[in-house]
């Protein structure tokens, strides 16, 4: 514990460092005084700490459903082709489109509230979980699957007895 806590500080230093080291060589708006940022920070800490309850609810509301629905359809993906052969360049297409374009028009469609940003992280980061599930059921090992057939796993419950605790191994 004690070695990340220097690691930690460490790293907190040389972002300091280089920080100071850019405003001094650049004497810009650009490049502030890392003292005069900290300084702001401190004083005005009490101006964030209302809005931190909400950002938690947002981050954590959309980390769920991006989350839930990102497995499953990357388990849907990866066990039945033709699902994979319809979504595949859905999902690569719009992977690397920078997400934070979608604010504007989710804005427009939904409104200020909170709805519009929680879709717009769940838009973030839902990718990545289909992508890396999609990964993780086609490198189930081929036997662990012949197995099963040969068990007589019924095709129904291959999914959440088969396909779903194998995927929960490999991560």
Do not use: C
Not at 42 to 65: A, C, E, Q, T
Not at 72 to 101: E, F, H, Q, W
């Amino acid at each position: 514990m004690r070695k990340h806590v220097k690691y930690i500080f460490a790293s907190g230093l040389f972002i300091y460092a280089v920080a100071w080291l850019f405003h001094v060589i650049f004497q810009t708006t650009l490049f502030p005084n890392p003292n005069t940022i900290i300084m702001i920070s401190m004083r005005d800490f009490n101006k964030f700490v209302p809005h931190l309850p909400v950002s938690g609810y947002r981050i954590l509301i959309s980390m769920s459903v991006a989350l839930i629905v990102g497995v499953l359809i990357g388990l849907l993906m990866g066990v039945v082709p033709s699902v994979k052969k319809i979504l595949n360049p859905l999902v690569y297409t719009m992977y690397p489109i920078p997400k934070i374009a979608f604010l504007p028009v989710f804005m427009l469609l939904f409104g200020i509230k909170d709805f519009s940003k929680i879709l717009l992280i769940v838009t973030i980061i839902i990718f990545q979980f289909i992508i890396a599930t999609v990964d993780a059921v086609e490198a189930i090992d081929n036997d662990i699957l012949k197995a099963a057939k040969i068990m007589k796993v019924p095709k129904n419950s291959m999914f959440m007895n088969v396909y779903l605790p194998l995927y929960f191994l490999i991560f």
